[in-house]
C-alpha cells in the first residue's frame, strides 16, 4: 500500500461486543462508528474483513455516483420478494431492465400519471372529509398506506385500487416487515412467509391477465407486456418481479414519509405553514426513502484516501450523512426552512440524498414528490391532525419507519 493511502479507521471489536451485549439497533452501532472513527470507517462485523461504513460526501459521491461499477450491489434482502426486479438486478439486466423502466417515470413519462395521482390524492381527501364530519378516529399511517398503494396501482394498472386487492396487497406490507426477523437462509425465509408470497404472486398474475385482455386504461403494466414482443427475456414471471418490485417502492416509502411528515408536525406546528415541498424535503433529510445503501467492492480501490480491498462489504448510510452535525447544524431539529430561499444546505450533492444517488438512484424519484405534495396541497390547508398517541421508537428495515400504530382525530 502507498504512504499516503490509509488503512480505514476501525470502530474497536469491544464496542461491537458491547453492541451486541446490549441488544441495540444496528443503527446505533454505525452512530457510534461515525462518532468515533469518522465518515469512512470499518466494523468489524465478522467474516472475512469488516465492514466498511460510508457517511463522507465525498466518501458517497465516490463510490454511488462516480464508481458504481466497483461498489455493486449483491444478493439484495429483498429478492425473495421482489425476484429479479429492477431492485435486486445487476449488470446488464438491470441496465436492460432501468433502460425500459425510466421513460415511464421520467419528463414527458410523468404526464401520463398526473390524473391517476390527483384523483388517488382526492379519493383520500374525501375519506378525510368523513373523518372530520363524524370525529372517527383513524390511523394516519394506515391512510397514507392506503394513499400510497392507491396511487401506484393507478400507475400500474390503470384502474383505482378496490377494497378485495387492497386486503390482498397487505401481504406485502407483512413480508416487508417481517425481513429483519426473517432467517439468514434464503429457502427457510421464503418458508417463514410463504403464505404471503403465494398472495402477493395470485394479485399479481391476476393483474397480469386483466392487462393482457384489456386496453382501456394503459399503464406500466400493460407496456411492460408491449415490451415482451420485443424482449423475450420479460416472462411472466420477470413482469411479476417488477411489478412488485414497483409496488413495494413505489408505495412502502412514499406512505412512510408522509406518516413521519405529521408526526413532525404534531411536534413542531409550527412548521405548519411551510411550504409542502420543504416539508417533504426535510422529512425525508431525517427520515431518508432509503436509510442504508449496501455496496460490495469488486476491485481494489482508493477510497478518499482510504484503502479498499477487494470484497469488503461497504454500507452507505444517507440516514447518518444527513444527521452529522459537520453538515447540518442542529441535525435532529425538525427545519423545513432549510429547503427554502432563506435556509441554507450543505454545498457537497452528496451531503442530501434520500433516493440514493448515481446510476441506481431510485427510478421513481419524480413521482413520490409528485404525489406527496399533490396530497399535502388538499389535506393541510383542510385538516389539523391531533394524535392520540404516537409511537416511542423507529423501526428499521427497507425504510425507517414509525414502531408502531399512530391513531389520531382531525380538526378542521
Same mark, same amino acid.
Not at 1 to 29: F, I, K
Given at each position: 500500500?502507498?504512504?499516503?493511502?490509509?488503512?480505514?479507521?476501525?470502530?474497536?471489536?469491544?464496542?461491537?461486543?458491547?453492541?451486541?451485549?446490549?441488544?441495540?439497533?444496528? %443503527?446505533?452501532?454505525l452512530a457510534r462508528a461515525q462518532r468515533e472513527a469518522g465518515g469512512i470507517a470499518a466494523i468489524p462485523l465478522g467474516g472475512d474483513g469488516p465492514t466498511v461504513l460510508v457517511t463522507d460526501p465525498v466518501g458517497v459521491q465516490h463510490v454511488l455516483g462516480r464508481h458504481p461499477d466497483r461498489y455493486v450491489k449483491r444478493?439484495?434482502?429483498?429478492?425473495?420478494?421482489?425476484?429479479?426486479?429492477?431492485?435486486?438486478?445487476?449488470?446488464?439486466?438491470? !441496465?436492460?431492465?432501468?433502460?425500459?423502466?425510466?421513460?415511464?417515470?421520467?419528463?414527458?413519462?410523468?404526464?401520463?400519471?398526473?390524473?391517476?395521482?390527483?384523483?388517488?390524492?382526492?379519493?383520500?381527501?374525501?375519506? /378525510?372529509?368523513?373523518?372530520?364530519? #363524524?370525529?372517527?378516529?383513524?390511523?394516519?399511517?394506515?391512510?397514507?398506506?392506503?394513499?400510497?398503494?392507491?396511487?401506484?396501482?393507478?400507475?400500474? #394498472?390503470?384502474?383505482?385500487?378496490?377494497?378485495?386487492?387492497?386486503?390482498?396487497?397487505?401481504?406485502?406490507?407483512?413480508?416487508?416487515?417481517?425481513?429483519?426477523?426473517?432467517?439468514?437462509?434464503?429457502?427457510?425465509? !421464503?418458508?417463514?412467509?410463504?403464505?404471503?408470497?403465494? !398472495?402477493?404472486?395470485?394479485?399479481?398474475?391476476?393483474?397480469?391477465?386483466?392487462?393482457?385482455?384489456?386496453?382501456?386504461?394503459?399503464?406500466?403494466? @400493460?407496456?411492460?407486456?408491449?415490451?415482451?414482443?420485443?424482449? +423475450?427475456?420479460? #416472462?411472466?414471471?420477470?413482469?411479476?418481479?417488477?411489478?412488485?418490485?414497483?409496488?413495494?417502492?413505489?408505495?412502502?416509502?412514499?406512505?412512510?414519509?408522509?406518516?413521519?411528515?405529521?408526526?413532525?408536525?404534531?411536534?413542531?406546528?409550527?412548521?405548519?405553514?411551510?411550504? +409542502?415541498?420543504?416539508?417533504?424535503?426535510?422529512?425525508?433529510?431525517?427520515?431518508?426513502?432509503?436509510?442504508?445503501?449496501?455496496?460490495?467492492?469488486?476491485?481494489?480501490?482508493?477510497?478518499?484516501?482510504?484503502?479498499?480491498?477487494?470484497?469488503?462489504?461497504?454500507?452507505?448510510?444517507?440516514?447518518?450523512?444527513?444527521?452529522?452535525?459537520?453538515? /447540518?447544524?442542529?441535525?435532529? @431539529?425538525?427545519?423545513?426552512?432549510?429547503?427554502?430561499?432563506?435556509?441554507?444546505?450543505?454545498?457537497?450533492?452528496?451531503?442530501?440524498?434520500?433516493?440514493?444517488?448515481?446510476? !441506481?438512484?431510485?427510478?421513481?424519484?419524480?413521482?413520490?414528490?409528485?404525489?406527496?405534495?399533490?396530497?399535502?396541497?388538499?389535506?393541510?390547508?383542510?385538516?389539523?391532525?391531533?394524535?392520540?398517541?404516537?409511537?416511542?421508537?423507529?423501526?428499521?428495515?427497507?425504510?425507517?419507519? +414509525?414502531?408502531?400504530? #399512530?391513531?389520531? %382525530?382531525?380538526?378542521?
Open positions: 500500500m502507498s504512504t499516503d493511502v490509509r488503512a480505514v479507521p476501525e470502530l474497536p471489536l469491544s464496542a461491537v461486543g458491547q453492541w451486541q451485549a446490549g441488544g441495540g439497533d444496528l %443503527v446505533e452501532l444478493s439484495h434482502r429483498a429478492r425473495m420478494l421482489v425476484g429479479d426486479g429492477v431492485l435486486s438486478a445487476t449488470g446488464d439486466a438491470w !441496465r436492460r431492465q432501468r433502460r425500459l423502466l425510466q421513460s415511464q417515470f421520467t419528463g414527458t413519462g410523468m404526464r401520463r400519471y398526473e390524473q391517476r395521482i390527483a384523483e388517488a390524492a382526492q379519493r383520500t381527501a374525501d375519506r /378525510w372529509a368523513g373523518y372530520a364530519r #363524524t370525529g372517527e378516529t383513524f390511523d394516519v399511517g394506515e391512510e397514507m398506506r392506503r394513499f400510497a398503494l392507491d396511487t401506484v396501482w393507478r400507475a400500474l #394498472t390503470g384502474h383505482e385500487m378496490d377494497d378485495a386487492t387492497d386486503r390482498e396487497l397487505r401481504s406485502v406490507e407483512r413480508v416487508v416487515a417481517a425481513m429483519p426477523t426473517l432467517p439468514t437462509n434464503a429457502a427457510d425465509a !421464503r418458508d417463514a412467509v410463504a403464505e404471503d408470497l403465494a !398472495r402477493i404472486d395470485a394479485i399479481a398474475q391476476a393483474a397480469i391477465n386483466a392487462a393482457r385482455t384489456t386496453h382501456d386504461s394503459p399503464g406500466v403494466l @400493460r407496456d411492460l407486456l408491449e415490451a415482451s414482443s420485443q424482449h +423475450p427475456e420479460y #416472462t411472466d414471471q420477470l413482469i411479476r418481479d417488477e411489478l412488485v418490485t414497483l409496488i413495494v417502492a413505489g408505495h412502502e416509502t412514499t406512505a412512510t414519509t408522509l406518516t413521519w411528515l405529521y408526526l413532525l408536525l404534531d411536534r413542531h406546528p409550527e412548521a405548519r405553514t411551510a411550504d +409542502p415541498q420543504a416539508l417533504v424535503s426535510e422529512t425525508l433529510r431525517l427520515y431518508p426513502s432509503a436509510w442504508m445503501l449496501p455496496r460490495h467492492a469488486v476491485e481494489d480501490d482508493v477510497l478518499a484516501g482510504h484503502h479498499i480491498a477487494a470484497g469488503t462489504d461497504v454500507l452507505v448510510c444517507p440516514y447518518l450523512t444527513h444527521r452529522d452535525p459537520s453538515l /447540518w447544524p442542529d441535525p435532529e @431539529r425538525f427545519d423545513p426552512t432549510r429547503f427554502t430561499g432563506t435556509g441554507t444546505r450543505p454545498a457537497h450533492l452528496a451531503a442530501y440524498y434520500p433516493f440514493g444517488l448515481g446510476a !441506481r438512484a431510485c427510478l421513481g424519484t419524480q413521482f413520490a414528490l409528485r404525489e406527496t405534495t399533490a396530497l399535502l396541497e388538499l389535506l393541510l390547508p383542510t385538516y389539523d391532525v391531533s394524535f392520540l398517541s404516537t409511537p416511542a421508537r423507529s423501526a428499521y428495515s427497507i425504510t425507517v419507519r +414509525p414502531d408502531g400504530p #399512530t391513531p389520531a %382525530v382531525l380538526r378542521t
